[in-house]
């Protein structure tokens, strides 16, 4: 990656976004120590404007950024970092400096749960239990939860729509885990269509 740092006195800006909604959630400076810390540790460290210093993100509140993904720009003069929050990004105990509180992008939590769920293999857990019944049982309740919507759809009851539309979506990233696939394939398949 090569950050041309000489624009701005040895600093360039760097965004840092949500690694699975891509909600921005904060910006910073790095010089090219920062850069290299972030690299090498794989947790978002900055240059301080005001302490005049490095400054990993997280170094007092625990609330630290690691790294999923890193881009530069075309003018080799800022950074885009997708990144994990390890609890709130801002100072003030919002997830973004912007205030932007949204649910976009919740699904993707919600497939890393169900991932979760799956992997530890907790008995307790209706998503484990149902994952361990099969593909049968999986596909089955998908159909069930579908059949249910298309009810709802035709009724005048808004919450009971949009409660079966959960219900089925909820069920649906379930059968994914089942077949070994995420969202992002599916993303993938509409994405070409168009």
């Known amino acids: 990656m090569e950050v041309d740092f000489s624009k701005s006195d040895g600093l360039v800006p760097v965004i840092i976004q949500h690694y699975l909604t891509d909600q921005v959630l904060m910006l910073g400076y790095m010089n090219e120590e920062a850069m290299l810390k972030t690299q090498s540790e794989g947790r978002v460290t900055f240059y301080s404007r005001s302490k005049k210093r490095l400054w990993t993100k997280g170094e007092e509140s625990g609330h630290s950024l690691t790294v999923s993904e890193t881009y530069i720009d075309c003018d080799n003069d800022t950074i885009l970092i997708k990144a ?99 969202l992002v394939d599916i993303e993938k398949v509409l994405s070409e269509r168009s």
């Open 84 to 182: 994990k929050p390890n609890g709130p990004t801002c100072h003030t105990g919002s997830s973004s400096c912007f205030k932007e509180e949204t649910s976009k992008g919740f699904i993707y939590k919600l497939e890393n749960t169900i991932q979760s769920r799956i992997d530890s293999n907790d008995q307790k857990s209706y998503t484990n239990k149902l994952y361990r019944e099969g593909i049968n049982k999986v596909a089955q309740k998908v159909g069930e939860e579908a059949v249910e919507l298309v009810i709802e759809a035709m009724d005048d009851n808004e919450d009971l729509f949009k409660n079966e539309a959960a219900d089925l979506l909820y069920h649906f990233l379930v059968l994914l885990k089942a077949k070994d696939m995420c």
